[in-house]
């Protein structure tokens, strides 16, 4: 039996080969052998000893998932320990990507510019002309909207002539998403990033283009949400044009 115990910034699973727990900076991988006790230290906080008397701990997110986790990982040790075996630490850092940080820092700025600008233009030039710098809300609504939809669609329609269907599992959390991991035909680990909380999920993924990759989902809902995002965009559009040139007429 395997079980996985997701976090905040941080999962642990077990398996017939060991307890992993993975860190944004690391990996530690800990035979089962070399598991003293494993035992809820709060009720959010898994707390394993090993044999050689270190300890890790993890952070669950919810009290019962993590009374569950420890029930199971204590009937899974073995009856004798090894207290020479000790756990396998393995960096991952890497550094930093700072470029998502300078795109939500300039469009902040240009967020708090629009907002300036418009305040402005209302006050010098009356609450009419306002309409036209307003009008560019929708407008980039419905740019966003049609070309996420566009996207979708695209997507979907390659993984379905050639996508490869795996088995991901989940590795950890990026804010209230699922960070899952799978292995591609070439062994190579790729990670996958969605709002499912299913420890284990199915998803195809593009061989030519490994980061295009979809999780299995009923078809009424695809369809639903890429309909909703291009019958709305070309409305978003109407109204941001009719905002900006329409009050020019």
């Known amino acids: 039996m395997s079980q996985i115990l997701n976090g905040r910034g941080v999962s642990a699973k077990f398996d017939s080969d060991g307890v992993h727990i993975t860190r944004p900076d690391q990996q530690v991988d800990i035979p089962l052998s070399a598991v003293r006790e494993a035992r809820a230290a709060e009720t959010r906080t898994v707390e394993i000893l090993l044999t050689d008397g270190t300890a890790h701990r993890v952070e669950g997110g919810n009290p019962t998932a993590t009374a569950a986790f420890v029930a199971a990982l204590t009937a899974a040790l073995p009856e004798e320990r090894d207290p020479a075996s000790g756990a396998v630490i393995t960096s991952t850092q890497t550094p930093r990507d700072r470029g998502p940080y300078g795109i939500m820092a300039l469009g902040a700025v240009l967020a708090l510019?629009?907002?300036?600008?418009?305040?402005?233009?209302?006050?010098?030039?009356?609450?009419?002309?306002?309409?036209?710098?307003?009008?560019?809300?929708?407008?980039?609504?419905?740019?966003?909207?049609?070309?996420?939809?566009?996207?979708?669609?695209?997507?979907?329609?390659?993984?379905?002539?050639?996508?490869?269907?795996?088995?991901?599992?989940?590795?950890?959390?990026?804010?209230?998403?699922?960070?899952?991991?799978?292995?591609?035909?070439?062994?190579?680990?790729?990670?996958?990033?969605?709002?499912?909380?299913?420890?284990?999920?199915?998803?195809?993924?593009?061989?030519?283009?490994?980061?295009?990759?979809?999780?299995?989902?009923?078809?009424?809902?695809?369809?639903?949400?890429?309909?909703?995002?291009?019958?709305?965009?070309?409305?978003?559009?109407?109204?941001?044009?009719?905002?900006?040139?329409?009050?020019?007429?």
């Not at 980061?211 to 809902?221: E, I, K, N, S």
């Open 113 to 249: 510019a629009f907002i300036g600008y418009a305040v402005w233009v209302a006050l010098t030039h009356g609450a009419r002309v306002l309409g036209v710098i307003l009008g560019v809300v929708p407008l980039m609504a419905g740019v966003v909207m049609l070309a996420s939809g566009i996207a979708e669609t695209v997507r979907r329609i390659v993984l379905s002539r050639r996508g490869i269907t795996v088995l991901a599992e989940a590795v950890g959390k990026e804010g209230k998403k699922t960070v899952y991991s799978y292995t591609d035909t070439d062994g190579s680990v790729h990670r996958y990033t969605c709002k499912r909380t299913l420890p284990r999920i199915q998803l195809a993924y593009d061989p030519d283009k490994r980061v295009r990759a979809a999780h299995a989902d009923w078809l009424p809902f695809v369809i639903g949400r890429i309909s909703v995002k291009t019958i709305g965009a070309p409305l978003w559009l109407f109204v941001g044009v009719v905002m900006i040139f329409g009050v020019l007429g």
